[in-house]
Every structure is written in structure tokens, then in C-alpha cells.
């Protein structure tokens, strides 16, 4: 028997708007740590569309997140659905901004140590270009906590860039400015 949010996210699908009404499901009826359990099982059939969703909640109600980074942590490295990537990427972008924030979440330093090699890693495996973008932001911000990240991610931007599509070069060439400032 299927909960009413599997029954939710069976019925949505890719579009802004259908994952914009299962989010608001999920905020109105408190479902984010079902929503989170279901992201969070790669073997569950709607992993990806939970995933999709988590990406709206964090934008819209990032603190009902804070109870699950550790379990976002431990999942990071283990997807390799890219449709579950690249949502799961912004999402740690979401963190970084909220985490470099004067009232936002504060982050341990075990969970930033987890995200930023999961975004590092991110970065240099093949990855679609939407998911490196989001690590390689993210990653920006959290250099300016650590310095030794900005090096790191110079080095891997200028490298890569030949090798890349427009988008990714467009997006790199904006971090490399910031960087080269």
C-alpha cells in the first residue's frame, strides 16, 4: 500500500509545476522526512522525483531540511541517477549560501568536510552540466571559508575548461573572475 506522498510524487512528473504542487504538498501536511527517506533509498522507484521535490522544499523552507544533513552526506557520494545529481548538488549549494549567512544554518565541520569532497568529486567526474555548475558554486562559497578550496578550484576550472560545453565554460569563466579578484 503506497502513503499518500508516493502517491504524490507517482503522479508528478519533470515540470516546474508538478513539482511545485508536491512540494507544497510536502511543507502543508510536514511530509519532508518521509520525502527525505524516499530521496534518500536510491532502490526506491520515485528516488528521483523525492529528490526533485527536496530541491523545491530546501529552496523554499531550507531549515525543515537541517534534521537530514547527515543523511545527505551519506548519500552524496552513493547516487549516480544524474537526475537525482544534479538536485541533490543545488541543494548543497542551498547549504553553502545559507551556511556563509549570518542567520542561516550552520553547518558542522564534519558536514562541510562531506560536501565539499562530494562537490570536488562532482567536479572532476563526468557529470552533467548542471550538476557541475552547482558544485562549482557551492564550492565557491565555501572558499571563502577555506582558501585552500579556491586553489583547488582554479586549478580544476582552468584545466577542464577546454574540454567542456559552452555552458560549462560560461559558468566557469564567471567563478574564475570571482576567484582572480
Known amino acids: 500500500m503506497l502513503t499518500e506522498l508516493e502517491l504524490k510524487l507517482l503522479e508528478s ?6 513539482r511545485m504542487s508536491a512540494c507544497n504538498f510536502v511543507i502543508r501536511k510536514e511530509k ?4 527525505a527517506q524516499i530521496a534518500f533509498n536510491i532502490s526506491h522507484k520515485s528516488h528521483v522525483m ?16 537541517v534534521p537530514f544533513i547527515d543523511s ?9 541517477d544524474d537526475s537525482a545529481i544534479r538536485p541533490a548538488t543545488k541543494i548543497c549549494y542551498f547549504l ?10 550552520t553547518l558542522s565541520h564534519e558536514q562541510e568536510h562531506n ?22 558554486k557551492a564550492l565557491f562559497v565555501f572558499g571563502k571559508k ?11 576550472l582552468v584545466q577542464d575548461f577546454p574540454n567542456h560545453s559552452a555552458a560549462y565554460k560560461s559558468a566557469s569563466k564567471h567563478i574564475l573572475k570571482k576567484l582572480n579578484k
Not at 13 to 18: E, F, G, L, P, Y
Not at 72 to 80: A, G, N, Q, W, Y
Not at 96 to 105: E, T, Y
Open 13 to 18: 512528473d519533470a515540470h516546474r509545476t508538478s
Open 32 to 35: 519532508i522526512e518521509e520525502l
Open 50 to 65: 523525492a529528490f526533485w521535490t527536496l530541491e523545491f522544499v530546501c529552496e523554499k523552507k531550507l531549515k525543515m531540511f
Open 72 to 80: 545527505l552526506c551519506e548519500v552524496l557520494p552513493k547516487l549516480t
Open 96 to 105: 553553502a549560501k545559507s551556511n556563509h549567512r549570518k542567520n542561516g544554518i
Open 115 to 136: 560536501i565539499i569532497e562530494a562537490l570536488i568529486d562532482r567536479l572532476i567526474q563526468e557529470e552533467k552540466v548542471a550538476a557541475k555548475v552547482y558544485a562549482m
Open 146 to 156: 577555506y582558501d585552500w578550496i579556491n586553489n583547488e578550484l582554479k586549478e580544476i
